[in-house]
């Protein structure tokens, strides 16, 4: 499943890539994209706004993935097993989003050029 979930991602960040080429300067998005500059929409800026929603979004993915281990955990009066479980699934949510934005956060301190993915742009 996270296989098709990562392949799927990459054909919607590529895509802008594929269909305008080097020509990026004069991509035009049909559908608004918040946090897009709407004055001058590039393919940089498209890229760089789908991966700031995207840790949005994980981060409220992981938000209902530990509500819901939060919930078994309570549903679970008497079954070891289950409240173990919840605690393992809460336990690799708070990893994973540590994980997550460690790496923004390395990223951006190595150099801040990295997380902006301006080496697309055409000089």
């Keep these: 499943m996270r296989a098709f979930l990562v392949s799927i991602y990459v054909v919607v960040v590529s895509m802008p890539l594929v269909v ?10 049909l559908a608004g994209v ?3 500059d709407s004055k001058s929409p590039t393919v940089v800026g498209y890229l760089n706004a789908l991966f700031t929603l995207s840790i949005a979004v994980a981060a409220i993915f992981a938000m209902f993935r ?3 281990a939060g919930f078994k955990y309570m549903m679970a009066s008497d079954s070891w097993g ?3 479980e919840a605690k393992s699934d809460i336990t690799a949510v708070i990893t994973g989003l540590v994980v997550l934005l460690l790496s923004f956060i390395i990223l951006a301190q190595i150099n801040p050029e990295l997380v902006k993915l301006t080496i697309l742009q055409a000089k």
């Design 66 to 68: 530990i509500v819901m």
């Design 34 to 36: 918040p946090l897009v």
């Design 20 to 29: 305008f080429g080097a020509d990026t300067q004069t991509y035009v998005p």
């Design 82 to 84: 289950s409240k173990e």
